[in-house]
């Protein structure tokens, strides 16, 4: 992939932890293509701090996982992608942008996703993260499976 720019792949929290979480599956090979810089994990800060809420979450869980490999193989993660970091949206402008999608909790995710540009908003979410919110904000939006059947036509 010399001289080509690398697919930027916004990644929403489900498929963030998800990726962490499984042992396989396409999260996991999504964080797999970033990790081997074939795509660029864009990371905004908000998505940051959920996923490290699931994650401390997860390891009280019975059958208790060990909170200190889960969060060191999240570091390793991150230190492998080296993601671009987007900030938190200011709150005015959250407020202001309130209706262009159904879930409030959703808009700063959706606005970072907006400020970043990225190829790709890849999520699960798909009752918020509709096709009509990817129309009104320009976001390409799709789920993990989607995205890798776009990936697959390349190669056809």
């Not at 963030?16 to 905004?44: E, N």
């Not at 993260?129 to 697959?152: D, G, H, K, W, Y």
Request: aromatic residues 6%; charged residues 25%; glycine residues 2%.
């Amino acid at each position: 992939m010399t001289g080509q720019r690398r697919i930027r792949l916004f990644l929403d929290s489900n498929v963030l932890t998800g990726g962490i979480l499984s042992p396989w599956g396409l999260d996991k090979a999504t964080l797999s293509l970033c990790a081997a810089k074939v795509c660029r994990l864009v990371l905004a800060e908000v998505v940051r701090d959920e996923v490290e809420e699931n994650l401390l979450l997860h390891a009280e869980r019975p059958p208790a996982l060990d909170a200190d490999q889960l969060i060191e193989d999240y570091r390793h993660l991150i230190k492998l992608t080296n993601p671009e970091i987007v900030p938190y949206p200011d709150k005015d402008l959250v407020r202001l942008n309130r209706h262009l999608i159904r879930h409030a909790a959703d808009v700063p995710v959706l606005l970072s996703a907006m400020a970043s540009k990225p190829d790709w908003l890849l999520t699960h979410n798909t009752k918020h993260f509709t096709n009509a919110v990817a129309q009104r904000t320009s976001v390409r939006i799709a789920t993990p499976a989607e995205f890798f059947r776009a990936l697959s036509a390349l190669f056809r």
